[in-house]
């Protein structure tokens, strides 16, 4: 069975470094990308970028490129989420999510059980 | 804000068919593949339709998925008070994938 499993819920204060996780099992872990989402309170979900655990080949969405970091341990089959400088605005749900298919063409057909990020001073 | 359009909201009654759009411009639904996906409050979204018309396993056959030009829909026959819930489409946005605005269905 295919499982992403993400670390729990942080608070941070703005201008602080944070890190979260998404251990993934019951595949091959670098046979497929892994993409997260945001969703910050009450609005929809935003595609954040993508990487290939294989070579850790990474591709960020616009609006997260220089904001955010994606990177993968492969020894622990883990992918994470990156940020060194966090701002009030990041205070979201963040989804990691096993993306089927090209980065082009592609669909995520599992996902993690979301990670609470709230940033307040 | 998403290139792709979804109207914000929809609504239907039991036993119903309802469709929910999305639209943008010709290089993202045109070119590529659509796939839609459902959120229920404070849970993660599941994936719903992928490659325009395609339903994973699991997912009721009343759910259905269709893509012409720079549109695509999803429709959902036999409206039942269980698919009350938030409907994203997502497609190719020119540089990544992206989501549509989301369609919040109300089941009345």
């Known amino acids: 069975e295919v499982q992403l499993v993400q670390s729990g819920a942080e608070v941070r204060k703005p201008g602080e470094s944070l890190r979260i996780s998404c251990e993934v099992s019951?595949?091959?872990?670098?046979?497929?990308?892994i993409g997260w989402v945001r969703q910050m309170p009450g609005k929809g979900l935003e595609w954040m970028g993508i990487?290939?655990?294989?070579?850790?080949?990474?591709r960020y969405s616009p609006s997260f490129l220089g904001q955010v970091t994606l990177s993968v341990d492969k020894s622990i089959t883990t992918a994470y989420l990156q940020w060194n400088s966090l701002k009030t605005s990041d205070t979201a749900m963040y989804y990691c999510?096993?993306?089927?298919?090209?980065?082009?063409?592609?669909?995520?057909?599992?996902w993690g059980q979301g990670t609470l990020v709230t940033v307040s001073s | 804000q998403s290139v792709l359009t979804q109207p914000p909201s929809a609504s239907g009654t039991p036993g119903q068919r309802v469709t929910i759009s999305c639209s943008g411009p010709?290089?993202?639904?045109?070119?590529?593949?659509v796939n839609w996906y459902q959120q229920f409050p404070g849970t993660a979204p599941k994936l719903l339709i992928y490659?325009?018309?395609r339903r994973p396993s699991g997912v009721p056959d009343r759910f259905s998925g269709s893509k012409s030009g720079t549109s695509a829909s999803l429709a959902i026959s036999g409206l039942q008070s269980e698919d009350e819930a938030d409907y994203y489409c997502?497609?190719?946005?020119?540089?990544?994938?992206?989501f549509g605005g989301g369609t919040k269905l109300t089941v009345l």
């Open positions: 990487i290939y655990p294989f070579d850790s080949d990474t």
């Open positions: 019951g595949y091959s872990f670098t046979t497929h990308w």
């Open positions: 490659n325009n018309n």
């Open positions: 999510a096993r993306l089927v298919g090209s980065y082009y063409q592609g669909w995520f057909d599992s």
């Open positions: 010709s290089f993202n639904i045109e070119s590529s593949t």
């Open positions: 997502a497609a190719w946005d020119g540089s990544l994938r992206a």
